[in-house]
């Protein structure tokens, strides 16, 4: 599965498991979002919580339509149930708050899904990585890859999705620049002290610059750590995907000084060098 910060990067490496011949789902958006996962589990009250039976469950009807497996009725209404959430909290800041939810819905209680080879599989949306105990206790298999960017250049995004909706979890209740970064630090620390003390070697954190500074080098480490069959021209069009964005290094162009000391030295201390 890959998580990260929303805008690390995910899309990237969603696209490049789909070239690998990875399944990551039927029902996706433009960012290659898994949009079953993000109707059942982007929900606060469910991390606010820490509902490990409501998780179970959705996680298990998550689980049957990933392998095209028809749901119970009380599985079906849970599903409707999760699709009246994101409506009533209008959780899509969009005008897709109502018909994201009814659509993603219908997909995942429809009868017949597509039975493709399931070999390798998994899925990408972000905010899985405040789900990493709980998939690791329903998938025993699961490796996980975080993706990480320059949290810098991620405070000062446009993208305040992921901060509404899960920075309480974090304590953390503004989204000026200084708390987008605060959210980057605390929960990338999070996930790399679950996942690593969870998942162990099954836990990898893939940075993005490194990633499109050295595709090759890090897309073949890449497809080793998850156990993808490749050969050399699967390998050559897979590492040609990732690119730097336009927005790398925007950091450099802002007032740094709005940020703490202590802040950082924490980007400094999850592998970015800046001077301080």
């Not at 699709?83 to 005008?95: G, P, R």
């Not at 679950?194 to 499109?212: P, Y």
Request: proline share 4%.
């Amino acid at each position: 599965m890959v998580g990260g910060v929303g805008g690390s990067g995910t899309r990237v490496i969603a696209q490049m498991l789909m070239e690998a011949g990875v399944y990551i789902g039927d029902f996706l958006n433009d960012p290659k979002d898994n949009l079953w996962f993000t109707l059942l589990m982007r929900r606060p009250q469910l991390v606010k919580k820490n509902n490990e039976k409501a998780i179970k469950i959705l996680l298990e009807i998550f689980r049957k339509r990933m392998f095209s497996e028809k749901l119970s009725f009380l599985e079906t209404l849970k599903v409707r149930g999760a699709a009246n959430d994101f409506i009533l909290n209008k959780y899509v800041k969009s005008n897709e708050w109502y018909t994201f939810p009814i659509s993603t819905s219908r997909s995942l209680r429809a009868k017949k899904l597509t039975d493709t080879d399931k070999v390798f599989w998994g899925w990408k949306e972000p905010n899985t990585l405040f789900f990493i105990p709980q998939l690791a206790k329903k998938f025993p298999e699961v490796k996980f890859l975080l993706v990480i960017r320059n949290g810098l250049d991620m405070a000062f995004t446009d993208n305040k999705v992921q901060i509404r909706n899960f920075g309480n979890h974090f304590g953390i209740n503004g989204n000026s620049p200084s708390d987008s970064l605060e959210f980057w630090i605390r929960a990338n620390n999070k996930a790399i002290e679950t996942g690593k003390k969870i998942l162990g070697e099954k836990f990898k954190i893939l940075r993005m610059e490194e990633l499109c500074s050295n595709p090759k080098q890090e897309t073949e480490a890449l497809l080793k750590w998850a156990g993808i069959n490749y050969n050399e021209s699967v390998l050559q069009k897979i590492s040609s995907i990732p690119k730097l964005p336009s927005s790398t290094n925007r950091y450099k162009e802002k007032d740094l000084s709005i940020f703490s000391k202590q802040q950082l030295q924490s980007v400094q201390q999850l592998g970015y060098n800046i001077s301080i």
